[in-house]
């Protein structure tokens, strides 16, 4: 018997990263959307073996759970994208790189950032696709681009 291919685009390999996250981390949240501190619950497009936790990196998209921030926003669970985290991971080139917290950035579901604001630095991984080590399938908001989930295409707001 044949085995079945799988229909539609096909996907860029990403390049390995130390995940520096599992379930139940912490992560302070580095834009101005009211939330500050959030709990890794489940990290989306991980493919683990059976009863192994998953993992999340920088760039990763992750289901989270708001634990300090604004009374309206508290125990909302929504989604985020990890932009830094203190294990150290490697780039293509070979430099090394790590921060001294963790931190992500609350998105919609549709890939749009909820803070108008984002604080502090980010690796230019993230930021700007095709720099370093970017990854596919990976959504970082930006002042005044978005890149859309699954990288099928880049538009500027307007």
Do not use: W
Not at 113 to 131: D, M, R
């Amino acid at each position: 018997m044949g085995t079945r291919r799988k229909m539609g685009a096909k996907r860029m390999a990403k390049p390995r990263t130390s995940y520096g996250l599992c379930n139940g981390s912490r992560i302070q949240i580095a834009d101005n959307s009211g939330a500050k501190i959030a709990q890794i619950i489940n990290v989306d497009h991980y493919k683990g073996r059976l009863r192994r936790l998953p993992k999340a990196t920088v760039g990763s998209i992750c289901t989270v759970s708001i634990k300090k921030g604004k009374p309206e926003l508290r125990g909302n669970i929504v989604k985020a994208v990890i932009v830094r985290q203190k294990r150290i991971f490697r780039r293509q080139d070979g430099t090394r790189l790590c921060f001294e917290d963790n931190a992500g950035v609350l998105v919609t579901k549709e890939g749009d950032p909820k803070g108008t604001e984002l604080q502090s630095s980010f690796p230019a991984s993230i930021v700007n696709p095709g720099s370093h080590s970017s990854r596919s399938r990976r959504i970082i908001p930006t002042v005044s681009i978005n890149i859309i989930v699954n990288n099928l295409e880049i538009r500027k707001k307007g």
